[in-house]
Nanobody, 132 residues
Framework: EVQLVESGGGLVQPGGSLRLSCAAS?????????IGWFRQAPGKEREGVSC????????YGVDSVKGRFTISSDNAKNTVYLQMDSLKPADTAVYFC????????????????????????WGQGTQVTVAS
């Protein structure tokens, strides 16, 4: 059974940092999955923010998080991380990780570039709140 478990959310002041973790079980990253991080703010649609293709470690981040969020994977631990720096109140949301069988985690020319409908397994989410 495939399971994804997020952790690391919390309350942080603007300008602060958090590191989210996504621990996967039921498959291994060596199988070439893509892992994506999505977020959903109250009253808004869920959006993909960053993703990684675990077979070649290629990554993608949407413009709103480029230069602030860094995605990485530890294949030995079957865990993907999202390091979030310079956090803004606009980053407040529930963050989800998801797994896709696709080798390419995003298509930059598409809208949206990280398509939630291409992701097959989802975690339960972790709350990130950026406020003073």
């Amino acid at each position: 059974e495939v399971q994804l478990v997020e952790s690391g959310g919390g309350l942080v002041q603007p300008g602060g940092s958090l590191r989210l973790s996504c621990a996967a079980s039921g498959f291994t990253f060596d199988d070439g999955y893509s892992i994506g991080w999505f977020r959903q703010a109250p009253g808004k649609e869920r959006e993909g923010v960053s993703c990684i293709s675990t077979n070649d470690d290629s990554t993608y981040g949407v413009d709103s998080v480029k230069g602030r969020f860094t995605i990485s994977s530890d294949n030995a631990k079957n865990t993907v991380y999202l390091q979030m720096d310079s956090l803004k109140p606009a980053d407040t949301a529930v963050y989800f990780c998801a797994a896709s069988f696709l080798a390419v985690c995003a298509i930059p020319t598409m809208t949206p570039p990280i398509n939630e409908y291409e992701y097959d397994y989802w975690g339960q989410g972790t709350q990130v709140t950026v406020a003073s």
